[in-house]
């Protein structure tokens, strides 16, 4: 690994059904905003999502295992990150109650992580010992029923996300099938999930929940929607944990025809901006954040590539990394701190089925 300052690892989970490697390791040099030195780090099953422990020395990724042709028997894996090189070694894998996993996200201390099973709707929390490896499921919420609009899609439950609030108290479940965020309480110290009162966020019939993000003031939470590609603003009160929904736009430009799926979703670190990414018109959304907390829309910035599933921004801010799965790319924006633009840095650097970005914290 290279001590230089400018430089940080970055961990790529790929998609082995499109001939990618499960995760993989590439070097970012923030001087230059270039990407380079590509390597395996570890051989895992459709790695579609991943997470760093707040500790810096654990990385956690689950696998969307399919077995004739469906998403089945997933599961999560907990590795240790070796300092010296950046590769990655097994501590612990375990099955995830469930089919289809598809988001990780860990708690504030790194006591626990909570898993959404895609495939059969449910949200499960692990417990994470002192070694970094992955105890015994401390909690399981099986989500039932689905909204029905898109009859392919929403037949039944499929949690997409699982969000947790800034001091750890409430859990938000993003069901895509659902049309709905399920609220529970959180136990930061024992891991487990109660409904909230009122246990649930209802939004627009057919839109797809799929990620959240919250601003780092505390008070507003958004959500962007896979189907009807738009993004919800909720007022969020951290006493009580109820969303109240205030705003909704879309992340497509008014002239858009075609086919798209909304994927991801950020806010810069000082809450001024707002970032969505679109499958299909294969595009960023910007938006701005007034002090309200509403959206107004800025630009829509090409991706130089095909389905961009998920984006990060750098550890300082400075750049954008969008991992576009069907061109086998990632693209890298240097972003204005002033206005929120982005501006491509260099050609997109190759990666087969990019679908999930984490910086290494050192």
């Known amino acids: 690994m290279d001590p230089s300052p400018d430089k940080s690892t970055v961990f790529i989970g790929t998609y082995s059904t499109r001939g990618g490697q499960g995760i993989c390791r590439a070097e970012f040099d ?3 905003g270039h990407l380079s030195d590509l390597q395996p780090a570890f051989v895992l099953p459709n790695a579609s999502y991943q997470a760093i422990h707040p500790r810096g020395r654990f990385l956690y990724s689950v696998c969307e295992e399919r077995g004739e ?21 097994l501590l612990n894998r375990r099955r995830t109650l469930g089919d289809g996993p598809c988001h990780i996200c860990l708690s504030t201390g790194g006591q626990q992580a909570l898993i959404s099973n895609y495939a059969s709707g449910s949200v499960v929390v692990f417990s994470i010992l002192a070694d970094g490896s992955l105890g015994e499921p401390v909690s399981f919420v099986q989500h039932h029923g689905g909204s029905g609009v898109v009859p392919d899609r929403q037949e039944g439950p499929h949690a997409h996300s699982v969000m947790l609030s800034l001091d750890n108290h409430y859990a938000f479940a993003a069901d895509l099938g659902q049309d709905r965020i399920r609220v529970s309480r959180f136990d930061p110290g024992k891991g487990t999930l109660l409904p909230a009162d009122p246990p649930e966020a209802v939004c627009l019939p057919g839109s797809g929940p799929r990620h959240m993000t919250m601003h780092p003031g505390g008070r ?19 006493e009580s944990g109820i969303l109240t929904n205030q705003q909704t736009v879309s992340t497509l430009p008014a002239d858009w025809k075609g086919t798209s799926y909304a994927a991801d979703i950020q806010v810069t670190t000082d809450g001024r901006f707002l970032y969505a990414s679109n499958r299909g018109n294969d595009s960023l959304a910007i938006f701005s954040i007034n002090d309200l907390g509403m959206l107004e829309t800025r630009a829509f910035v090409p ?4 389905w961009p599933r998920q984006f990060r921004f750098t550890p300082d801010s400075r750049f954008l990394l969008a991992a576009n799965q069907e061109s086998d790319t990632i693209t890298v924006f240097s972003v204005d701190p002033v206005g929120g633009g982005l501006s491509p840095v260099g050609d997109s650097f190759p990666v087969p089925a990019p679908v999930c970005l984490t910086f290494s914290p050192g």
């Open 69 to 89: 042709g469906r998403r089945s028997n997933g599961s999560i894996c907990a590795l240790a990150i070796e300092p010296e090189t950046g590769r990655l070694r």
């Open 220 to 238: 507003h939470l958004f959500l962007v929607h896979e189907l009807n590609n738009t993004v919800t603003v909720f007022g969020y009160a951290p």
């Open 303 to 306: 991706v130089r590539g095909r």
């Open 30 to 32: 923030a001087s230059t």
